[in-house]
């Protein structure tokens, strides 16, 4: 099932809240959110593993997260571009999702080169993703196709997204900006491991599914503070 045009506005409405939570005008700022998204990629790629020297294990969790974070950036750039109009933005975003039906959906094009999805593999694909955002490019077949060969939809992207908005505002209201927050939490695992673990036992996504999940992580935390 196709992601509906209202969760594009949610997402869209919720990234525009969050920004605005870091800086106020964050509009005018002139923040190089396609930049965020190379490094993004580059850390999926770390993820994924692609060292041919040394044994690796796929960590598909925190590819899936990395894509989650990429996605914010993503949606950051579009609300620029747009000017801060979510309808617009939500338009733009919803109409080349429509398109993945079409003939073009598994293509993508930089520099007037035509890259058929379907033959590479997801490394390549990172690296085609970071490409484009070095040329501050977006390309919504190209991360489509990342999706899918990370066992996600859009669906799954939206129930991710909602997860790691809520992680950021929580970061926000815990003293991230000052630096006070602990980004390590009890058994020394990160924030976004125990993300990962909150949103796989919180599955329903009906109304209060962002205060539960900010709930959750608020538990943990205060357990982390407790233990040092």
Known sequence: MRISREQITSMLELQSGMNAKVNSAWLEAGYP???AVVVEGGEAMEHQGWKWWKHQETDLPQVQMELVDTWHFLLSAILIESRGDIEAATEWVDKRIAALDGPDGRKAWIFDKEYRLDSLGLIDKLELMIGFSVFRKISIPLFNAILEDCSMDWN??????IGKNVLNFFRQDHGYK?????????DGREDNEHLVE????IVDVSDGYRDR???ALKVRYE????GQ
Do not use: A, N, P
């Open 223 to 226: 357990i982390g503070g407790q």
């Open 156 to 161: 799954e992207l939206y129930r991710q997204y």
């Open 178 to 186: 000052t630096g006070s927050y602990r980004k390590h939490w009890h």
């Open 198 to 201: 909150v949103i796989d036992e």
């Open 213 to 215: 999940l900010y709930s």
């Open 33 to 35: 959110y396609l930049r």
